[in-house]
């Protein structure tokens, strides 16, 4: 599948108010870690999308392997885990064919993984760095407002939640949020026993990243 067909199919799979029977995605990788953690996360963010976008995303969401095929059928591609993450050089090249072509990562720390999907997407973008967004961003500023950028969830750490962006000319194709866990906070609420309003500003975060991936592609 050359570029432009990527490009093409990918086009006409987005729209924010035309995904009838559209799933989000999950990646599964090699390398040890656990790309399965959150298993409720996905589903509960494709409700809450439904309810306050008007999306119309099933609710069982898809796995896809990093280098498969199937993963130009996805727009939007959630990877998650705590630990390590190897990509062979197929897989990379895969994935960034995918993401030049029209496609988007979002890729969230459960704490633990920072140092290995930094290598790994080093080997996918060798010519890229993460850049810190800034707060004006407007993946921030969505239906909903972040004007302190993304929400702290879980402590972890006790750092600072920050958001890291890869661009290819100009667009943003790949979100990865660290020391935020939003994917816990999309979780079903007696996993973490989150408060209602953490629960909420995760959520609204996932939609405002729905709602960016949606109405840029």
């Known amino acids: 599948m050359n570029r432009i067909h990527i490009l093409l199919f990918i086009i006409c799979s987005l729209s924010l108010n035309a995904q009838d029977g559209m799933k989000l995605a999950l990646l599964k990788y090699n390398g040890g870690g656990d790309w399965y953690a959150n298993p409720s996360a996905l589903p509960n963010l494709a409700l809450f999308c439904n309810e306050e976008l008007n999306t119309h995303f099933e609710r069982d969401y898809a796995t896809v392997e990093v ?32 993401l030049i072509g029209g496609g988007f990562l979002h890729i969230d ?18 010519d890229l760095e993460f850049i810190e967004l800034p707060f004006e961003h407007e993946i921030f500023h969505q239906k909903y407002d972040f004007k302190t950028g993304v929400p702290k969830i879980h402590k972890h750490d006790d750092k600072a939640a920050q958001a890291f962006g890869l661009l290819w000319e100009g667009r943003l194709i790949c979100l990865y949020t660290y020391e935020s866990d939003l994917g816990d906070g999309w ?21 405002n990243i729905i709602s960016y991936v949606f109405k840029e592609s």
């Open 187 to 207: 979780e079903d609420p007696d996993v973490h026993k989150d408060p209602q309003d953490v629960r909420l500003r995760a959520l609204r975060m996932g939609a």
């Open 109 to 126: 720390d459960n704490y633990g993984m920072d140092p290995y999907v930094r290598v790994a997407m080093k080997k996918v973008f060798p």
């Open 67 to 98: 280098g498969s095929a199937e993963l130009f059928s996805y727009p939007f591609l959630h990877m998650t885990g705590h630990g390590n993450v190897i990509f062979s050089d197929q897989e990379a090249e895969n994935l960034r064919n995918y």
